[in-house]
């Protein structure tokens, strides 16, 4: 098996689970897997197909976990991905399929049943999730009234400071993406250790592909951004993928601020919902988040 560039074997379909954003689809498992300098494969046929990765005696969905969000089958059928996967596992793999929405693993699970495979179900995750209402004032009304002055008070805070909210969106690696990069690298710790050049090329390939957006908070009347989301949109919603802020602004509350914003740009676009993506860190959950279980199947310890 050799790291392909394109993956011509994955169609185009939608996936099997709803509101998975970018992650299931062909061009970002090629970024994700070109990163990370993985072998991938594609099993399954047109109705139905999964890229696959195979290492340590295991087969794992495409797209390294902390990396990608959500898993999912492309496509309404599952039997030619469950036939493979089994026939895999009689081989002597293990199955370590992890990120799956309900809505995959269901199906999924059932079609390896069928055919006589015994599998392990757990919840390893959640994601958070903010069904969003036709307005403004629905959402806040949606949030407990101490967060609802909450939200209105760090607005103050962020305009008392910097003055006008300035909130761009950009498509393309421009000044927008070189101001996240910069303030990612302005952090303390782990965080300003993030944006290794490696890491800047992955999220420069992931910005030129469609869908994906940079948000930005341009501090009024210069070349500086507050704050930048990087993030996915489509039908089905916003997707906030990665996030930077000036720690140096940090009395201004531009990150709280910037999420304000972009929450306010998908009602504004009538989307249906924000996504914050993995991760359970509480927050999410007082801006109005619902907790979304991702769930790991698998089949034990590999031959």
């Not at 993956?7 to 996936?15: G, S, T, W």
């Not at 072998?39 to 399954?44: K, L, N, S, T, Y």
């Not at 390896?112 to 069904?131: C, K, M, N, Q, Y």
């Not at 421009?174 to 965080?191: C, P, Q």
Request: proline share 7%.
């Amino acid at each position: 098996m050799t790291i392909p560039t394109t993956l011509p074997r994955l169609p185009a379909l939608r996936p099997l689970a709803p509101a998975v954003g970018p992650f299931p689809h062909a061009t970002f498992v090629e970024a994700v897997t070109a990163f990370r300098g993985e072998e991938a494969d594609v099993i399954g046929n047109d109705r139905g197909a999964l890229p696959i990765t195979v290492s340590g005696g295991a087969v794992r969905i495409a797209g390294h976990p902390d990396l990608t969000d959500y898993h999912s089958p492309l496509g309404d059928r599952v039997d030619a991905i469950a036939d493979a996967l089994a026939g895999m596992i009689g081989d002597g793999y293990a199955l370590e399929l992890d990120s799956l929405p309900e809505e995959a693993c269901g199906p999924l699970a059932a079609a390896l049943a069928d055919r006589g495979v015994a599998v392990h179900i757990e919840e390893h995750t959640v994601s958070a999730v903010v069904p969003l209402p036709d307005t403004l004032e629905g959402y806040l009304g949606m949030l407990s009234k101490k967060q609802r002055h909450e939200v209105r008070r760090k607005r103050r805070r962020y305009e008392d400071v910097l003055g006008e909210v300035v909130h761009e969106v950009h498509h393309e690696p421009d000044w927008a993406f070189d101001e996240f990069v910069r303030l990612h690298r302005l952090s303390d710790g782990d965080k300003g250790q993030f944006m290794t050049p490696e890491r800047e090329a992955f999220f420069a390939t992931l910005v030129q592909l469609d869908g994906w957006r940079l948000d930005v908070l341009r501090v009024p009347e210069t070349d500086r951004a507050a704050a930048s989301l990087f993030s996915f949109s489509d039908d089905e919603g916003i997707y906030l993928y990665n996030s930077s802020y000036d720690p140096g602004l940090a009395d201004a509350s531009p990150g709280i601020a910037i999420v304000g914003t972009l929450i306010e740009q998908a009602i504004a676009e009538r989307l249906p919902r924000f996504d914050f993506l993995k991760g359970d860190e509480t927050y999410k959950f007082r801006l109005g988040a619902e907790p979304r279980p991702l769930y790991r199947i698998s089949t034990g310890t590999a031959a």
